[in-house]
């Protein structure tokens, strides 16, 4: 890969979790098991376990899934820094995170080591699943439809659009009895698909008010660091350096979209030619495919993937 070639490094978020995520990764690299096993430490229960044995219930709650996450993306990460010569790692332009790989991302650009992390967005799991339970709220699905077709649809139900992920492809947030009418208009506005997610809440809507003061709480405890390299933020596709805007994101991101298209586009504006997911799954590597076939994809989130490190 050319040395002028830029490349951003993407970490997934929530319904990535799958049981046996990393756990290849745990036995088979020594860097990869000391994070699973700081994870436990700091957590004051396995973590590991869980997301080795599952079961699949417990992980997937909000409180488990978060910090499970960011645990399984920075161990993917260590795994292939120890596969590969350090020396041949290319730097990152770029690093972005979908809702919750936004916490990921910060440890990637020096904001927060992996500790504080890990403990926060333990607490961030936790909070968003309690605010569901204040104000149960739901998430849905919008297959085929324009972000107009469904702001307007949401206009019409009281529901929000919660997450841009790439053309055609929109999720919706917004109280239960909301959500599903919002499905029955967005079918009937043209949409080719419209299902309700497996959520505890409303995410990115205003809904979660609730969950920001404790969010607030637990960051005040914390040291932030200006990021090393930009942060492309969630709620504005923009790219954030400063510690004091990159804790007013966090907050801000509870209640309000994920652009991720506009952050894709964004980052391929800039010279962006190279996405490599790291951690779970491969859903951001498809959305990015989606928003512009040209660019090329890397998986990193498992031992079978460390061989195609090419960068």
């Known amino acids: 890969m050319s040395e002028n070639t830029k490349i951003a490094y993407i970490f997934p978020g929530q319904g ?25 430490r700091v957590l004051g229960f396995s973590l590991s376990k869980l997301c080795f044995e599952g079961p699949e219930e417990e992980l997937r709650l909000t409180k488990n899934a978060q910090p499970a996450l960011v645990t399984m993306s920075i161990a993917a990460y260590q795994a292939a820094l120890q596969a590969v010569d350090k020396s041949q790692v290319a ?16 440890v990637l650009a020096g904001v927060l080591d992996f500790a504080s992390v890990v403990y926060l967005a333990r607490e961030r799991g936790r909070l968003m ?94 040291k932030f660091k200006d990021a090393m390299i930009p942060v492309v933020a969630n709620t504005s596709a923009a790219p954030l350096t400063s510690a004091k805007d990159i804790k007013n994101e966090l907050l801000e991101q509870l209640c309000n979209s994920v652009r991720w298209q506009q952050s894709v586009e964004y980052m391929i504006k800039n010279g962006t030619s190279v996405f490599m997911e790291i951690g779970s799954g491969n859903v951001l590597t498809g959305l990015v495919k989606r928003i512009d076939k040209t660019v090329k994809t890397i998986n990193i989130g498992t031992l079978a993937e460390l061989k195609n490190i090419v960068i």
């Open 16 to 40: 990535a979790q799958k049981v046996g995520m990393g756990k290849d990764l745990y036995d088979s690299s020594e860097a990869a098991r000391s994070v699973f096993q700081e994870a436990d």
């Open 91 to 106: 730097a990152p332009t770029f690093v972005a995170g979908h809702s919750l790989g936004e916490y990921t991302a910060l």
């Open 129 to 222: 699943f309690e605010a569901g339970q204040k104000v149960p709220g739901a998430m849905a699905a919008i297959i085929g439809l324009d972000e107009a077709a469904v702001k307007a649809v949401g206009q019409e139900t009281h529901t929000w659009l919660a997450n841009i992920n790439c053309s055609g492809q929109l999720v919706i947030s917004g109280a239960k009895a909301d959500i599903d009418k919002a499905i029955e208009a967005a079918k009937a506005s043209g949409a080719a698909r419209a299902l309700p997610l497996q959520v505890s809440g409303a995410f990115h809507s205003p809904l979660m008010e609730p969950a920001v003061e404790g969010l607030a709480a637990a960051m005040a405890n914390l």
